[in-house]
């Protein structure tokens, strides 16, 4: 594998994560929002924030490639640009784990005090 496929690969990982994340909660936002719990509420805007955080790491993932080859005539990017990279992207996805776990946490929570009436106990 060359070191060009080795860049474009991180930087496409990268935005399959992001657009997986908010794919995510696109699907999610309407009912969270929706609720009357507060750690619902908050829990969601937490996991929010922190996409945000994912979103922005995942933005320097793609800038760093695109001033090194600003910066440098090479069609190659060097060892060094490719690590600056790769810690990038490992901690868009330590964020985007995150974000995600305080989703789920959320929705347990949603499912847990709004959905009662989905269960129902009939008396023999």
Same mark, same amino acid.
């Given at each position: ?11 496409? #990982? ?9 794919? =995510? ?15 619902? &509420?908050?829990? #969601?805007?937490? *996991?929010?924030?922190?996409? =945000? ?5 995942? #933005? ?15 069609? &190659?990017?060097? %060892?060094? =640009?490719? %690590? ?9 996805? !330590? ?11 959320? =929705?347990?929570? !949603? ?8 269960? *129902?106990? &009939?008396?023999?």
């Amino acid at each position: 594998m060359h070191m060009t496929d080795a860049d474009s690969s991180l930087v496409d #990982f990268s935005k399959h994560l992001l657009i997986t994340i908010f794919a =995510i909660f696109a699907f999610t936002s309407g009912a969270l929002l929706g609720a009357s719990n507060d750690w619902v &509420k908050v829990l #969601f805007t937490l *996991s929010l924030i922190t996409s =945000i955080v994912s979103m922005t790491l995942g #933005f320097k993932v793609v800038m760093i490639k695109v001033n090194e080859h600003l910066r440098s005539e090479s069609e &190659k990017l060097p %060892k060094n =640009i490719i %690590k600056e990279m790769l810690k990038a992207l490992q901690w868009q996805y !330590y964020t985007s784990i995150m974000a995600l776990g305080l989703l789920v946490f959320s =929705i347990m929570i !949603y499912f847990l005090t709004e959905n009662y009436y989905l269960i *129902s106990v &009939k008396p023999y």
